[in-house]
T-cell receptor, first 115, second 112 residues
């Protein structure tokens, strides 16, 4: 089954404790992206990757890091989480850049609470 | 800066009715527009994608239209069912940006 998986689905952590949210897709997609969803602000892009070893900032990259060492994986790293990073996070992928005709596939989301 | 607006924010209708959800965007320089469905505790599911050169797309009881020049899209749902209850999100792919710009969504409730 074609899918985007994220782990963990739910996470409670404390300020400053490094964490990684994994994202994996099994569709051989080149493009992957991370979004966060907050009430009243909607979904905003954090980082994206056009292909292996090619990443770039989105609209809200502060406090986050990413890497793309393999085509299928695109982990999101919070080096020193803060309460303002409490949010619902989504990973997405598509065959090529979003300007193409292919739709984007979204993971199930990771709900993060930073105390 | 591209802004996407969805009206209404919430909508409640009886089962069986036909309904229209609205989406507007400020910059017509887009590659495509997508409608997504979001269920509580779950991810986003793509419903329809309309390329900028297209006027509409249909899938089952859903029909989405796009008027790029006026910056508007509508999602028409025919013969609504309780299972259609969800939040519907509209998103555009802005030219020159490798991302989707989302609206805030319309929370739809279909009452049996």
């Amino acid at each position: 089954e074609a899918q985007v998986t994220q782990n963990p689905r739910y996470l409670i952590t404390v300020t400053g404790k490094k964490l990684t949210v994994t994202c994996s897709q099994n569709m051989n997609h080149e493009y992957m992206s991370w979004y966060r969803q907050d009430p009243g602000l909607g979904l905003r892009q954090i980082y994206y990757s056009m292909n292996v070893e090619v990443t770039d900032k989105g609209d809200v990259p502060e406090g986050y890091k990413v890497s793309r060492k393999e085509k299928r994986n695109f982990p999101l790293i919070l080096e020193s989480p803060s309460p303002n990073q409490t949010s619902l996070y989504f990973c997405a992928s598509s065959l090529s850049s979003p300007s193409g005709p292919e739709t984007q596939y979204f993971g199930p989301g990771t709900r993060l609470l930073v105390l | 800066k591209q802004e996407v607006t969805q009206i209404p924010a919430a909508l409640s209708v009886p089962e069986g009715e036909n309904l229209v959800l609205n989406c507007s965007f400020t910059d017509s320089a887009i590659y495509n527009l997508q409608w997504f469905r979001q269920d509580p505790g779950k991810g986003l599911t793509s419903l329809l994608l309309i390329q900028s050169s297209q006027r509409e797309q249909t899938s089952g009881r859903l029909n989405a239209s796009l008027d790029k020049s006026s910056g508007r899209s509508t999602l028409y749902i025919a013969a609504s069912q309780p299972g259609d209850s969800a939040t519907y999100l509209c998103a555009v792919e802005q030219k020159g940006a490798q991302k989707l710009v989302f609206g805030q969504g319309t929370r739809l409730t279909i009452n049996p």
